[in-house]
């Protein structure tokens, strides 16, 4: 009886009784493993971390912490001293040997990282050749994994130093290539003056600040008041877990040329996944207001929504009383629908809504 990989087909053994010709399926550790790594990209893929590299190349990144607190990979302790291997301190860790009084040095890699990717890395800004075809990712056929002390001579720790620099020269092609592709993928560009980037932790003190304004707070139903550093950080969580759920950025800060907030625009991700239908909300910090911007804004976005999230059908919900809103609304192509009564409470009181809504049907997408 034979014993077979079921997914490559490869023979991975025999059992009595031998001239039986029926056969044991069972899997071979390459296999294992590449499906581990399948599992691992799908997953990956769900959550929006692939990235795609200028050479077509798809992979992830992920490095854990060892013993610093700050990660920073690339950094190296050579017996007792920190060093991240770049040419510029090369003198320096050669006068670090020098001072070590033992012949022998303790190497420790104090952060792993591994980078999987479909295929090897080409030199950036290489231009894809056109007759390659898409690349299959089938699990990682490079691998790096640092996170190991060793003890060696003090020739073999200047080449882990040499080789490092090698490493990280590499990491830093790929980490810079990462955080264009990101950028690119993340950014909507509106016109020369304004463009949304999703909300970061570090705008949390603009959040502050803007939100410190009443006027927003009584036309708004889910932004609480008087706004808080803890306020802002749930809602960046809450931006992140819209994020996973949905596969791709819900909420973005309206930035004006020097990539500050000057207020936030987003989905509010309660329609079913898969509905086609979303509901959008908005607020613009005070000193902003009346200069057309949140026209700009609402009108690139839903095309946007249209093209990229396949959305049929975009939803303003608005406090009956906030007449500058209806008006944004119907300068963007938004229809009134109906007056919804007693639609919201908020402070004890029930406020009307406007209901404004435009369709896939009422634009024209270029
Ligand atoms: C509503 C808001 C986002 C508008 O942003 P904005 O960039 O100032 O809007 P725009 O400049 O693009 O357009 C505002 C329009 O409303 C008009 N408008 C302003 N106040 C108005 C009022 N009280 N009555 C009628 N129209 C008004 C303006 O004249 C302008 O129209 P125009 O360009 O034809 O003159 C901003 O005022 C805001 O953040 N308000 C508080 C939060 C909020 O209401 N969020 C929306 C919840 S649904």
Redesign the pocket.
Known sequence: MKIICSWCKKLLGEKEPSDDPSEIHAKCAACIEKQKHQEQFQKKTESGQIITLENGSQGYISMAGKESPKLSFGEIDFSGKVFFAWDKKRKEFEKHLETLSMDEVNVTWLHSAEFHIDKPLKRRGRKKEKEEPPPQVEGPKEDIIWNCTVRVSKDTALQIFDSSIQHNRRYMELLADMTHNWLERETIPVDSEIFLFPPQEADIPRFVEFLRER??YE??IAIPYPYTDADGKKFIELVDEKRKEFGHSMDWGIRNTKAELI?MIGFQGKSKKDSGKEEV??????P??????????IKKLTEHAFREFKYQRIE????SF???????AE?CGYRFEKLVPEAYQKDGKAIDAKLYAIETIDVQLT
């Open positions: 006027e927003i036309r708004t207020g909300g908005f607020w613009l910090g005070k902003y207001w009346g200069k057309g911007i949140m026209t700009k804004v303003i919900n608005i406090f906030n007449d500058a809103s209806c008006c944004v300068k």
